[in-house]
Each structure stands twice: as C-alpha cells, then as structure tokens.
C-alpha cells in the first residue's frame, strides 16, 4: 500500500464515521454534502431511497437513536473505494439492531462522495456499543 492509499484510507474512514454521527445529530446539511445527487440507500428491511428521501426519513428519528459504526475498513479502487463496517441502531427506549453495511464513495472533484450503502441484519455479532 501506498502512503498516498493509507492517506486516503484513512481520511475515508473518518468521512464513513461521519455520516453515521450527522444522522444521528440531525445535522442535514452537512450529512447532505457528503452524499452523491444519485445516492441510494438500501435498508436492512429491503427498502430502497434516494438521497432526499433517507435524509427526510432520518429526520424524526433525531434523539430517538444513535448510529454506532465500528471496525470500519475501506478498500481504495482508483476514483470508487468501498467502506465496510458494523453498524449498532442504539434506541433510547433500549432497543437495539445490530448490522453491517457496505458504502461505495466516488471521488468527485477531489472529495469523496457516497454513492451507495446496502445495509444488511447481523444476527450473528454482538454489540459494539456499551
């Protein structure tokens, strides 16, 4: 690897911890910037939105739940790099899921974008969260 790839490795997985934090903040704005026009999110339900319509639906669930992304790893492929990680829903009236996910970035311009995220149920980890 590359100093250049470790670089931008690791300024990825900043950026795909970030996403996680800004939904859950209600921060909008700034969760908007750094999601592609064409972004689309698959749930773990099997539901899939659009970029306007997962940051409308993640509006009202501000102060009802944290997103916790852990064990973030993220491979570089040129202008696309993917991001895997665990990902705990921490609900204040004590619920919990527990899933993963996969975020496909395109770099745009020189900063990288979400294009895609597939998250998906995982039964079988326990939580990352305390």
Known sequence: MTDNNAAIQARLQQLD??????????????LGALLADDF??????????????WLDGLKPLVGRRERIP???????????AVAMADLDIVWT??????????RIYRSVGGNWLAISQRTLPAHDRAPAAT
């Not at 852990?70 to 696309?80: A, F, L, P, R, T």
Request: aromatic share 8%; hydrophobic share 20%.
């Open 40 to 53: 689309r999110y698959n749930h773990s339900t099997g539901l899939s939105q659009n970029k306007r319509e």
């Open 93 to 102: 009236d004590g619920r919990h899921n527990y899933d993963r996910y996969v």
């Open 70 to 80: 852990s064990s973030i790893q993220v491979e570089v492929h040129g202008d696309v």
């Open 17 to 30: 911890s970030s996403i996680d934090s800004l939904a859950s903040k209600g921060d909008f704005e700034a």
